[in-house]
């Protein structure tokens, strides 16, 4: 308790510190499609709607893989014009004896896994047909290798870890669209240059409340960021893909690694 207190007391008081950092960090993270400028701030929203999905990659092509995929997008219409804005990230590993939230092991390895982030949104919706919801856009995708070296002390009790990370593009910019299945929990990301990503869909939230992008927990008590999103992140603090209990929704500044830059967004977002 006296370690995660203090963790979240270093997160606050770089917030304090660094208010003009914390505000950028707290920037909503999603690709505008349509703005209508910052004249109309001031006018109510008229519609309003929120979708999040969160799922779990099983298949590539026809190998089987693991990993974690998640999206959301937000609709707000101002009068008559729409403000629409998506963001989706996977993760995904063909190592089937390490899990991506692999247990801190204290010999040095090496771990391969593949990422890929939508860079700009084109349409995002709901209950076309054939399908609950469709997402199209833009992808990078990458594949990371990174060397491992655990520093233990002389009870061999883990200290730290040092890692050598190296990434290569395997598409960038390339089209695809995620798509899941009308009445089922299962989905594809197609993305152009690669194999289809397939997978089950474990969480779909569709809202008309103003949801806090940076949200962990898919209760439906709240939708804005409270303590309880902050403790969520201070247990998968200082753990990357392959080691410790990482996270993709906790990774905002996404290096691979849930950091103090992390933290500090969530504390930004706070009740926000």
Do not use: C
Request: proline share 2%.
């Amino acid at each position: 308790m006296k370690k995660i207190a203090a963790i979240i007391l270093t997160a606050i008081i770089a917030v304090s510190a660094l208010s003009l950092a914390a505000s950028a960090y707290a920037m909503p993270f999603m690709n505008w499609k349509m703005f209508d400028g910052p004249g109309n701030s001031h006018k109510l929203a008229l519609q309003q709607s929120f979708v999040r999905l969160d799922g779990f990659i099983n298949q590539s092509g026809s190998n089987n893989v693991t990993g974690a995929i998640e999206a959301q997008s937000r609709t707000i219409v101002l009068n008559t014009t729409a403000r629409q804005g998506a963001s989706a990230t996977a993760i995904w590993t063909s190592n089937q004896s390490r899990p991506i939230s692999g247990l801190k092991d204290k010999q040095n390895f090496t771990y391969t896994f593949n990422t890929a982030r939508l860079v700009n949104a084109s349409t995002a919706s709901l209950n076309t047909t054939g399908l609950s919801y469709f997402l199209n856009g833009t992808w990078n995708v990458y594949q990371i290798t990174t060397n491992f070296t655990i520093i233990t002390d002389s009870s061999g009790n883990i200290v730290s870890f040092n890692r050598n990370q190296n990434a290569s593009a395997v598409v960038t910019n390339a089209y695809g669209e995620l798509k899941v299945a009308s009445n089922a929990n299962n989905f594809t990301l197609s993305i152009t240059g690669i194999d289809q990503l397939t997978g089950l869909v474990h969480v779909q939230r569709i809202t008309t409340k103003m949801f806090n992008p940076f949200r962990i927990n898919n209760d439906d008590n709240t939708t804005i960021v409270t303590k309880a999103d902050v403790s969520t992140i201070v247990k998968s603090y200082g753990s990357s893909p392959g080691w410790g209990n990482y996270d993709q929704r906790m990774d905002y500044n996404f290096n691979y690694k849930i950091d103090i830059t992390d933290l500090t967004t969530a504390v930004a977002n706070i009740n926000a």
